[in-house]
């Protein structure tokens, strides 16, 4: 018998701001709607482990989606005409005009680091929206990562990128799993990760205004110890100053807890989807 996975891949259109975007998303499982954010200049196969997991899957519909110029989603037209810079407007937007667009009915989104950080924005705009979200490695500020040598002629940009990112893993995570990580990170197009990271480090600033989310959904934010873009320390002072928030600090894992240790990521993520269902 052909071993086949229980995930399917979909084209969806998203009509945004006057452009159509071709967007690739995976889905499993069924029930409350998770919409999976990957991190900046990869994709969404980092959420393979989570997209395959029956457990989260007989409660949980699971859906993971390219943002466009990553994965599978192609540029928008006339990319090449000036700088990528993911902004917080388009991204937060982006996000909602594409969980519209499949009709989801409130649902939950989980994104780790830039996928994180957007979770504040969201908060704030789009609490009347959404039933909660999950916010892994994310503070209110996260500055020092917009380097011009992540995009430079003389700089294997794939390689450098990935191995840019290697030492936020933790020791304790399976060697498969961050090399896979590294994979991840070695194939995206060119300016990608730095124009994410304009976000991350650049417009998202976010210091002042986690006191004007209104609280309405429960934010969880959920951090790994070996993280040093986004320390504990970081997340859990952003997290006292958002109303109806957690803040659970992971041991063993680092910045990419999905991709680099599922199996003890699962063991912090399994409470917080039954505080939410």
């Known amino acids: 018998m052909a071993k086949i996975e229980p995930v399917t891949g979909h084209y969806l259109y998203v009509p945004f701001e006057g452009e159509e975007y071709r967007i690739f998303y995976e889905e499993a499982g069924r029930g409350i709607p998770l919409v999976c954010l990957h991190t900046a200049g990869t994709d969404s196969r980092e959420w393979r482990h989570q997209l395959n997991d029956k457990e989260i899957g ?43 667009e499949l009709g989801l009915e409130r649902p939950v989104v989980m994104g780790s680091s830039m996928g994180g950080n957007i979770c504040l924005q969201l908060a704030q705009r789009y609490s009347d929206y959404f039933r909660a979200l999950i916010a892994i490695e994310a503070c209110d500020y996260s500055p020092g990562w917009w380097l011009d040598w992540l995009w430079h002629a003389q700089v294997h940009g794939g390689e450098a990128c990935a191995t840019a990112i290697n030492g936020l893993m933790a020791p304790q995570s399976p060697f498969e799993y961050r090399q896979e990580t590294w994979w991840y990170y070695s194939q995206g197009g060119p300016g990608v990760f730095k124009g994410d990271l304009y976000f991350y480090s650049i417009d998202h600033d976010f210091r002042g205004d986690c006191e004007k989310i209104p609280g309405k959904i429960p934010v969880f934010f959920m951090t790994g110890v070996y993280d040093f873009a986004c320390t504990p320390e970081m997340t859990q002072k952003t997290a006292k100053k958002v109303r109806n928030a957690e803040c659970i600090i992971m041991e063993e894992i680092g910045h990419f807890p999905m991709s680099e240790n599922p199996v003890t990521f699962k063991k912090y993520l399994m409470p917080v989807l039954h505080k939410i269902k």
């Open 58 to 100: 007989e409660r949980f519909h699971v859906i993971a989606f390219d943002l466009p110029r990553h994965g599978k989603s192609i540029p928008p037209k006339g990319w090449w005409k000036e700088e990528y810079k993911l902004t917080a407007q388009f991204y937060a937007d982006f996000v909602v005009a594409f969980c519209r």
